[in-house]
Structure formats: C-alpha cells, structure tokens
C-alpha cells in the first residue's frame, strides 16, 4: 500500500520560496503520476501542477506557471513541488497524489476521482 507524506510546508514571506515534499513508502513512485493540488477552506480542491511517471511531462496552473517547478528522485522516492516568488493567494494546504494509470495527465486539473492515493496534506502560508 502506497503511503504519501507532504513535508516543507511553513510561514513564508511574500517573494519567498519553498520547496515541498512528497514521500512515498509501501512502494515505488516511479510508476506513478504525481499531482499537487491545494485548498483553501470554502473552496474546492485545485490542481497546482503535475508530473508523469517518466518525469517527461509536466503541467501547471496558469497561476504558478514560470514560478514553480515540479520533479521526482527516483532513489529518495520523492517528488518536489518548488515554488518561488510565493505571493499571499498560494496559500493553502498542499496535498500530493498519485495515479497509477497515469489518466490524470490527460484530464489534469480535472479528474480528482483518478487517483489512488493522497497525502495527509502540508500548510503553506504566505504573509507578512
């Protein structure tokens, strides 16, 4: 059984960075798509970015688009959500999931029913 723990979240200044976390154990990440997504209560769930199994394909949120970067490392079976110049709207609490069929990309931000598994989530809060 695949587990997922976010980490990296924390209070961070307006133009600052983070680099968050999402660990796997129980199995390998390889075979999986990855998704970041966050939320804010009263709000649904939104896709910040994704990334394939092979790692050679990557998508994001307009809103993050040129700012974030997405990857995985195989051996520490981990994927990395950087995100730079954090501004007050990217706030949140960040979860990642996975998808083993790799649907997701194709239907991503849509398609939350296409993965299997998701993480218990990491605060991200961007203020002064």
């Known amino acids: 059984q695949l587990q997922l723990v976010e980490s990296g979240g924390g209070l961070v200044q307006p133009g600052g960075s983070l680099r968050l976390s999402c660990a796997a154990s129980?199995?390998?990440?390889?075979?999986?798509?990855i998704a970041w997504f966050r939320q804010v209560p009263g709000k649904e769930r939104e896709g910040v970015s994704c990334i394939s199994s092979s790692g050679g394909s990557t998508k994001f949120v307009d809103s993050v688009k040129g700012r974030s970067t997405i990857s995985r490392d195989s051996a520490k079976n981990t994927v990395y959500l950087q995100m730079n110049s954090l501004k007050p709207e990217d706030t949140a609490v960040y979860y990642c999931a996975a998808d083993l069929s790799g649907v997701s990309m194709d239907v991503w931000p849509d398609g939350l029913y296409e993965y299997d598994y998701w993480g218990q989530g990491t605060q991200v809060t961007v203020s002064s």
């Open positions: 129980g199995a390998s990440l390889d075979y999986y798509a």
